[in-house]
């Protein structure tokens, strides 16, 4: 990765007073080349926080110098025309939930605040929506439920679509959608060159393939469009939510272990782990939810109910609201938050090892006893691939086609001196779970990835080569390196 460039390297070498005399002056540099609506924040202005866009954790976070929020594409361009050329290196944020180490190698950047292209636009009459580099899936909703559509919403309403898009767009909808990418017709994007081009099957093709699934390597996108699928059931959906003792955990799992090899396309489980206030034990909390009636989703569940949970609730909803209807209504704060400390792992699975979820949360049950101030959750998503695999795996660079299980590790904490700690929890947790997934090599989701996993886990050995190609094309000065980095070499090395 192109790492220490010559403005880090100034930074580095002088004290901060020299540093800052030297540096360029970012309003000087930058602002007579961006629009009236355009604006620059520097980082030593007392409400910075306030008004550039901030990052869902600070855990390995970037250090920026200044945020500027450009208004046009124009603006977009000029930025890395000029960042480029003055060796500033800077990254774009959108809805801000990127979790990779790597992003803490950028020191003393800048931030491209995506915030302003933030529009929706659908046209039911082509079934194509359009929307902006910073658009979130809460804002997809209106545009689409009153017109009889539904898109997919990843795993939370909060984030951005595009971040989700380009490394693949897992969601609770893609038995039965797909993954977002694969609803993706074309992109508006900001190369390393500074140039704005349309990617698409037809225009830059091979690019097109890259950036579906390998996305923040190539550029910055300011707009995409995809096509929308009419809704399903009428776009109602149903909505199970239990609560079991932990005691109940090998139980579930096992049940969990049955549909390893069949999982109908419009059901998908979320179990989550959370210590109940009152009796400080772990207990499980599980949404299912399943594009269909209430009756069929029930004769599916059936196992879950014959367990005994401690609550149930079966609920017909429609699609817009899942989210709010989740978990029994409880609020998900963490997603959607802003500057926590998270300090987060995952693992890729296509087969569920009861035993080892079981021994895991014993373990996560006498980790919390110790360390009570460290919050950590076990996150089980299992979605159906069903839609997925009808999708060649050669469309896109996205190698995880049969990736069935996202198994997701969380500790948020205020103590940053307990990083170690927590690092060294996660890493052998992250580790056993790996060792029985199913998978002959360690698989994650890049968008979920720790970002130490290396190039093959998020990208698939088989696609390396071809990606290298293309990064030494579009990104030769590796610009766009700072979000689990597509290597300039060949597998061998070889240029």
């Known amino acids: 990765m192109f790492l220490h460039t010559a403005w880090q390297k100034l930074l580095a070498a002088t004290t901060v007073a020299a540093a800052a005399a030297a540096a360029p002056n970012i309003t000087d540099l930058f602002g007579p080349h961006l629009s009236t609506d355009a604006a620059i924040y520097l980082a030593s202005d007392t409400n910075y926080t306030a008004l550039a866009a901030q990052r869902w954790t600070d855990y390995a976070a970037p250090s920026y110098v200044a945020t500027i929020k450009p208004a046009t594409v124009e603006d977009v361009q000029n930025i890395v025309k000029i960042a480029s050329s003055h060796e500033i290196p800077f990254l774009a944020t959108g809805g801000g939930h990127g979790v990779s180490i790597q992003i803490a190698d950028l020191r003393d950047g800048i931030q491209i605040d995506l915030s302003k292209f933030n529009t929706v636009e659908f046209d039911d009459s082509t079934e194509l929506l359009t929307v902006g580099g910073a658009a979130k899936f809460s804002q997809v909703i209106d545009a689409v439920y009153k017109s009889g559509y539904q898109f997919p919403l990843g795993t939370a309403y909060c984030v951005g679509i595009l971040g989700a898009t380009l490394g693949a767009g897992v969601s609770s909808n893609q038995g039965y959608m797909g993954l977002v990418l694969d609803l993706l017709e074309e992109v508006q994007l900001v190369t390393a060159a500074g140039d704005a081009i349309t990617v698409s099957d037809s225009e830059n093709p091979d690019l097109f393939w890259a950036l579906r699934g390998a996305g ?82 029930l004769e599916y569940l059936a196992p879950l109910l014959d367990l005994d949970p401690i609550r149930y609730e079966a609920l017909s909803v429609a699609w817009p609201d899942v989210f709010s209807t989740s978990y029994f209504g409880i609020e998900d704060t963490k997603a959607c938050g802003r500057n926590q400390h998270v300090n987060m792992r995952s693992v890729g699975a296509r087969r569920t090892d009861p035993d080892v979820i079981v021994a895991f949360i014993d373990e996560l049950a006498r980790f919390t006893d110790a360390h009570p101030d460290i919050s950590t959750t076990l996150m089980i998503h299992r979605f159906s ?27 948020e904490y205020d103590d940053r001196s307990q990083d170690g700690l927590v690092d060294a929890f ?46 030494r094309e579009w990104d030769p000065q590796e610009l766009f390196s700072f979000y689990n980095a597509v290597p300039l070499r060949r597998p061998n090395g070889e240029l």
């Open 426 to 471: 996660l890493h052998s947790a992250r580790h056993n779970f790996t060792a029985v997934s199913g998978f002959p090599e360690p698989a994650v989701y890049v968008n979920f990835a720790h970002g130490d996993e290396g190039p093959a886990a998020w990208y698939g050995a088989r696609n390396l080569e071809r990606l290298s190609e293309l990064k």
């Open 385 to 411: 691939t069903q839609r997925v695999l009808e999708v060649p795996d050669e469309e896109s660079v996205y190698p995880h086609r049969e990736l069935k299980m996202h198994i997701q590790l969380e500790s």
């Open 216 to 297: 923040p390597n190539f550029g910055i996108v300011t707009s995409a469009t995809f096509r929308v699928p009419r809704a399903v059931n009428g776009g109602n959906m149903t909505n199970v939510n239990y609560l079991f003792p932990g005691s109940k955990s090998r139980d579930v799992f096992t049940y969990l272990a049955t549909l390893d090899d069949e999982m109908p396309g419009p059901l998908a489980l979320n179990i989550g782990t959370l210590v109940d206030p009152s009796s400080k034990q772990l207990v499980l909390l599980i949404n299912a939810n399943f594009a269909g009636p209430i009756n069929l989703a």
